[in-house]
């Protein structure tokens, strides 16, 4: 098998780790960013406790918002992989602090790669770039969908993915230079977590294990593993047909909040809360800015294909193993009981 040095932004976060891990188990050179230089051991000792030889790994500081580092960390790289982007639990007052580190980071790799003649770069985008902002829509979403940046409820998050992506395209049309861009929108996203240092997605799995949520808003998740994330990366990274293409992450149809407890109580014995009607959310919504953000997505769906990935080679698991993966994890890493 032909090996490559690869360029993985991000490399201390949930996917990023992921991209890692299977990168190196394939042979691969790996380089990874990170803002400080200090958390090399850290990252590298959870790595090395998730089975990978870090021998052929190396690290290079690089932020986001500065220009310092990017040079220096994409030299002599075959691809890139850019999955770094900021994704706070907590919502922040100001947008622009999600949007302009989305944006401008994702442009200044995109430059360093060009300027060193890397061959293509995969993007980690979302499906928060896809589906929101188009209301109670029952078709089905696919990679040729956008999200409504003037929709009802949107989010700083899905603003700066969207921007971010569309900011990606445009600088491969107007000043690329040759240089190929294949896109990944995954989904939520769940799976084994590797540290304490939690996604939003394994926060809400964690909650749910140790009953701090009361109840279940009618709220939909669609469900994709974060190996599989990694996995279509990988595959996109070096496919002809992934040139210059998106792909969406999916596992299959969207579960519900009340299904993903079900799957936790059936394997786990954890508890089922019971279900929070809508009219309770909306009433909540006046006075608590966490249902506030959630009135706009109760009752929504959002199911997408992952048909054009699967066309690729790439199988996900299920939603269920997912899920379980997700909790078995945390239980691994002494987070719950």
Known sequence: MTTF???VTGGSGFVGSHVILQLLEA???VRTTVRNLKREPEVRATLEAAGADTGRLSFFAADLEKDE???EAVAGCDYVQHVASPFPINQPRDEQ???RPAVEGTLRVLRAARDAGV???VLTSSFAAIGYGHGKRKAIFTEADWTNLEGKGLQPYMKSKTLAERAAWDFIAAEGNGLELTVVNPVGIFGPALSGDLST???LVKQMMTGKIPGTPDLWFSVIDVRDVASLQILAMTDPRARNERFLAVAGEPASMH????ILHARLGTRIPRRLPSWLIRTMAIFNPMAREAVPRLGIKGRASNAKAKALGWTPRS????ILATAESLKALGLVD
Request: charged share 25%; hydrophobic share 40%.
């Open 201 to 203: 997605s394994i926060e």
């Open 259 to 262: 299904q993903m407890a079900k």
């Open 119 to 121: 061959k293509r770069v």
């Open 69 to 71: 580092g990017w040079a």
């Open 319 to 322: 939603n269920e193993k997912a």
């Open 27 to 29: 042979g691969h050179t």
């Open 5 to 7: 040095t690869v360029l």
């Open 97 to 99: 602090e999600l949007i």
